[in-house]
């Protein structure tokens, strides 16, 4: 599309809109793409776009992702453009390009690394197509605006466009199917130790080959539908995989990756199998993109995951906890529920993940507490178990259900009255599980936690 008189208009609103935000100190919001997309409804398909564009979407692990790559090409002084600080729909990546265009709306930079929502696809792509196109993961996630996995592939499948290079997750039976004819590049972990044990998650995406019907065989199943599989009536199942971690050490915390180039050695950023995917993806990209072992290892090495998602504190001899433990997402939740158990360190669950925002605007859908796993927290290490908000003894009943005894579920409807519930003595960890809309009120608690951890060592003493 060309530049029309509306588009300069709305260019030149949304840039003073974001001086005046930039005055105000309000720097990470999506209002200068809004009114830029109010004021010119197409204003995505005349803005011209880097020369070269990377999407990443995904149910799960998108954000670390594009953070972990954002970190990796500053550190080796790439230069780029992302919507790290804003959303991840039409206005946020809106706001990306107009806070790096000139005066006219051309780019500064070459190239642009923009997290998207795979729900927003049509209004994304109808107007900017990637080059490169990133899928971490594809699964059942809020219902009530995603329906379910099929629909968001099909959107996928429907919008994004013919010569984009995919880069997918070749354990996940949805993603990896993406746009069949594209040209494509996979990563997969291969079986670990780990997976012998692995549990079933209640639900799966994909139970049979979407070709001829057949039950799907599983060379291994790793959790959900993330795993290696063949249908064993035609050709359908799992792909060669081109970047493959194939060892993990989580006590050197290092992996070895199985590349094109040969065999490749990095630091180990996490240890539930999420972190790994979340580097694997990165590390993936970067590849594709021309960085080298040498630059991605480097980098790694000075790199953390970001505290939003998992931030630990020591309170005296007591550990708090902040995780990210997506409301409505089954799934997600279900990755954090497990992995506090393979910890098997004495703890209290708080869970905080409901979903703030829907509360706000509509009445939040229940249905994703029964194909949550809360089976998993149904283990000796999980002490207690706090359940918070306005739907607690909702997730009260599922916790029941999943065999946790009564006498170990205590309910607080106000997140003001949660930490007077955590019993010090019976536990050396606590996990707040929070949703993206409840951070604020996981910090506050997770501050009232220490304070009290502190004063009650001091009065022991």
């Not at 609103?13 to 197409?42: E, Q, V």
Request: net charge neutral; with cysteine; glycine share 4%.
């Amino acid at each position: 599309m060309k530049k029309s008189l509306r588009f300069y208009f709305a260019l030149f609103f949304a840039k003073c809109t974001a001086r005046i935000l930039k005055l105000i100190g309000r720097k990470g919001t999506s209002m200068p793409g809004s009114w830029a997309i109010i004021l010119c409804p197409d204003f995505l398909g005349r803005i011209p776009r880097p020369k070269t564009v990377v999407m990443v979407a995904g149910t799960n692990g998108k954000t670390t992702v594009c953070n972990l790559t954002e970190d990796i090409l500053t550190d080796n002084h790439v230069e780029y453009v992302c919507n790290r600080f804003g959303a991840n729909v039409n206005t946020g990546i809106a706001s990306a390009l107009i806070a790096d265009s000139t005066f006219f709306g051309n780019p500064k930079h070459d190239l642009a690394v923009f997290e998207f929502d795979e729900r927003s696809a049509e209004k994304i792509l109808s107007y900017i197509q990637p080059d490169y196109f990133v899928c971490t993961n594809l699964c059942r996630d809020a219902l009530d605006r995603n329906a379910n996995v099929e629909f968001i592939a099909d959107l996928l499948n429907k919008n994004l466009n013919d010569s984009a290079t995919l880069i997918l997750n070749g354990d996940d039976l949805i993603t990896s199917h993406l746009k069949p004819q594209n040209p494509r590049v996979y990563f997969g972990i291969d079986k670990l130790p780990r997976d012998d044990a692995a549990r079933p998650n209640l639900v799966r995406d994909i139970t049979a080959c979407p070709q001829c019907g057949a039950p799907l065989s599983y060379r291994f199943l790793r959790y959900n539908h993330i795993g290696r599989a063949h249908c064993p009536n035609c050709d359908y199942g799992s792909p060669n995989i081109d970047y493959e971690a194939k060892t993990v050490d989580q006590t050197a915390m290092r992996f070895t990756l199985l590349a094109p180039q040969g065999e490749e050695t990095y630091r180990l950023l996490g240890k539930n199998i999420t972190d790994l995917y979340n580097e694997l993806t990165a590390v993936t990209l970067l590849k594709t993109l021309g960085l080298s072992q040498k630059q991605i290892a480097s980098s790694l090495e000075k790199t953390e995951l970001t505290r939003t998602r998992y931030d630990i504190q020591s309170a005296s001899d007591k550990e708090i906890v902040l995780c990210l433990a997506k409301g409505q997402s089954p799934i997600a939740s279900s990755r954090v529920f497990e992995f506090i158990a393979e910890q098997n360190i004495p703890c209290a669950v708080v869970l905080m993940n409901y979903d703030r925002h829907d509360a706000a605007h509509s009445s939040e859908n229940t249905a994703w507490l029964y194909e949550a796993d809360y089976e998993f927290l149904n283990t000796d290490c999980v002490r207690e178990l706090i359940t918070v908000g306005s739907r607690c003894y909702d997730y009260q009943v599922r916790a029941l259900l999943a065999g946790i005894p009564q006498e170990d579920i205590r309910c607080a409807e106000k997140p003001e009255n949660t930490a007077a519930l955590v019993n010090f003595k019976n536990v050396k960890r606590v996990y707040i599980l929070h949703a993206v809309f409840t951070r604020a009120a996981a910090e506050q608690l997770r501050d009232c936690l220490i304070e009290r951890a502190k004063k009650e060592t001091a009065n022991e003493n």
